[in-house]
């Protein structure tokens, strides 16, 4: 027997924003609410249909059942632990009826493990009781938006079939590449969360920037944070903002990133490397739609973000090691992408070194000066290396060597400026001077994080002295922040007077 206090409440601090969907939509929407407590079934049904919505309502579970085989629901909700059939059984037999169904499952007892069963079968989200009235109006109009979103983009293409022109430039013809390009552009009209893999400068931003440049947000902004650029109480008030006092310094309120993204998109750059403390906090945002800011005891506002997540670390293994909140990931990780690193795409190094090659020379000369043109040995030289900083370090490569040609010349292998000075472009040949017969003898998590280590300071000293100890170039250069150089030095006890300076 459920507690009385299952039902919603009344009670909320967030006004709803009632612009997520059209009225006229709302009405249309086919809802079934599923569980064996009336008092809660009604509830929900006081609470929705006062915003327009339309729904229906069961408490049996055999009855429940042969509803959702027979028909087609734009959204349900359901009790995980129903009598007669679980709410597990009704989600996949909803799912099996209509693929595209939006299930949200409540449950009095909202275990870790209950949910993420949920989810990985494909519920949409979990509602945990008791919840408020606010809760469930701020969760059913994420779901509605979420198929007025999908059914517009349907829309869209039966009216313009094709490919949509993009703003983005995305070079590349390999399999593995034109793969995540495809389920970028396929997920991109949904406001499902994507999760973006891939190692540092592979391309996943401009993969995000692909998928919200094609979704219905495209007119709002695309908010970006890297998560592993900023000490963890600097990322909590940046994320969610906070109010004055809060903190010495706090002088005023200030809105955090998540509520500058509303209507648009957020993406978490680098992931994995958020402090758990505030996976928690992201994940209840997440969870109800809401955002408190930092130093506040109520809630600030309404938090309708489309969320794409990025990391060049594994997650599985992040999830091993404890260092990434499983609920969350599930949550975020709802479409996958792989961005395979450029040692993976040799073919593609060409396109990309010629584009490089036209941008460059278009940007540091002058436009009537014929461009060089890469030969075919220099091609082959740039298509059988690694590439460890992938794409970016290929870009800052052509870059490098557009400063130094002549107009119309033939670029040859010596021409370009990769050999031993690079340690970032090292041959796999070069691997001893990394890996001693001493970092093998230690543990893989050891010596992996050792063999980091040694060339993350090779590279920042080689950086730095590129520059010529400029520290706003070298981090143009390397493709990162100022903030992130900075924090890199300090973690391996490098300052720019230490190092030897190339003249320039």
């Given amino acids: 027997m459920k507690a009385a206090s299952s039902q919603p409440s009344t009670g909320g601090t967030v006004e709803v924003d009632g612009a997520l969907v059209p009225p006229e939509f709302r009405a249309e929407l086919h809802m079934l609410v599923i569980d064996d407590e009336r008092t809660l079934r009604e509830s929900c049904r006081t609470v929705l249909e006062s915003d327009g919505y339309r729904l229906e309502a069961c408490g049996r579970g055999h009855e429940a059942l042969v509803l959702v085989r027979q028909r087609r629901f734009d959204i349900i909700l359901v009790d995980l632990y129903m009598t007669e059939a679980s709410g597990m059984e009704l989600l996949a037999?909803?799912?099996?009826?209509?693929?595209?169904?939006?299930?949200?499952?409540?449950?009095?007892?909202p275990s870790v493990a209950s949910s993420l069963e949920a989810l990985r079968a494909g519920a949409w989200d979990y509602l945990p009781k008791p919840f408020s009235a606010t809760h469930l109006q701020i969760l059913i109009g994420r779901a509605a938006?979420?198929?007025?979103?999908?059914?517009?983009?349907?829309?869209?293409?039966?009216?313009?079939?094709?490919?949509?022109?993009?703003?983005?430039?995305?070079?590349?013809?390999?399999?593995?590449?034109?793969?995540?390009?495809?389920?970028?552009?396929?997920?991109?009209p949904t406001d499902a969360s994507v999760f973006i893999t891939g190692e540092s400068g592979s391309g996943k931003e401009l993969i995000a920037q692909l998928i919200h440049e094609h979704s219905r947000r495209s007119t709002r902004p695309m908010v970006t944070i890297n998560c592993a650029a900023l000490p963890e109480g600097l990322l909590e008030s940046e994320m969610f903002g906070h109010v004055k006092g809060a903190f010495t310094g706090a002088v005023r309120d200030k809105v955090g990133l998540i509520e500058s993204a509303n209507g648009g998109t957020f993406f978490l750059d680098e992931l994995v490397d958020m402090p758990k403390s505030i996976q928690a906090k992201l994940l209840r945002v997440i969870q109800d739609g809401v955002v408190r800011r930092v130093?506040?005891?109520?809630?600030?506002?309404?938090?309708n973000v489309r969320f794409i997540s990025a990391s060049n670390r594994d997650p599985d293994q992040a999830l091993k090691d404890g260092s990434l909140r499983e609920d969350l990931y599930f949550r975020l990780r709802v479409v996958p992408i792989?961005?395979?690193?450029?040692?993976?795409?040799?073919?593609?190094?060409?396109?990309?070194a010629n584009h490089f090659l036209q941008y460059y020379w278009r940007r540091h000369r002058e436009a009537d000066l014929p461009v060089p043109q890469l030969t075919e040995p220099a091609l082959a030289s740039l298509s059988a290396r690694r590439w460890p900083g992938n794409v970016r370090e290929l870009q800052n490569v052509i870059e490098h060597a557009v400063v130094m040609l002549d107009p119309d010349q033939q670029v040859r292998p010596e021409?370009?400026?990769?050999?031993?000075?690079?340690?970032?472009?090292?041959?796999?040949?070069?691997?001893?001077?990394?890996?001693?017969?001493?970092?093998?003898?230690?543990?893989?998590?050891?010596?992996?994080?050792?063999?980091?280590?040694?060339?993350?300071?090779?590279?920042?000293?080689?950086?730095?002295?590129?520059?010529?100890?400029?520290?706003?170039?070298?981090?143009?250069?390397a493709g990162v922040d100022r903030t992130t150089l900075y924090r890199l030095m300090e973690r391996h006890g490098l300052q720019r007077e230490m190092v030897t300076v190339v003249p320039q």
């Avoid at 792989?338 to 990309?352: H, S, W």
Wanted: aromatic share 4%.
């Fill in 93 to 109: 037999a909803a799912l099996k009826t209509a693929p595209e169904t939006i299930v949200i499952v409540m449950t009095g007892n």
């Fill in 415 to 477: 021409d370009i400026p990769l050999g031993g000075e690079t340690p970032i472009a090292a041959q796999p040949d070069d691997a001893e001077s990394f890996v001693s017969d001493d970092v093998l003898a230690q543990s893989y998590h050891a010596a992996r994080e050792r063999v980091i280590a040694q060339f993350e300071r090779r590279y920042l000293a080689w950086l730095v002295s590129r520059a010529g100890g400029n520290m706003s170039k070298a981090a143009r250069l």
């Fill in 295 to 303: 130093g506040s005891s109520t809630n600030s506002a309404v938090a």
């Fill in 338 to 352: 792989r961005v395979p690193p450029l040692r993976e795409r040799p073919d593609d190094v060409k396109l990309l």
């Fill in 145 to 188: 938006h979420t198929v007025f979103v999908a059914r517009e983009a349907r829309e869209r293409r039966a009216e313009a079939p094709g490919p949509a022109e993009s703003k983005i430039t995305l070079i590349g013809l390999s399999p593995t590449f034109q793969r995540a390009i495809d389920i970028a552009r396929r997920v991109a």
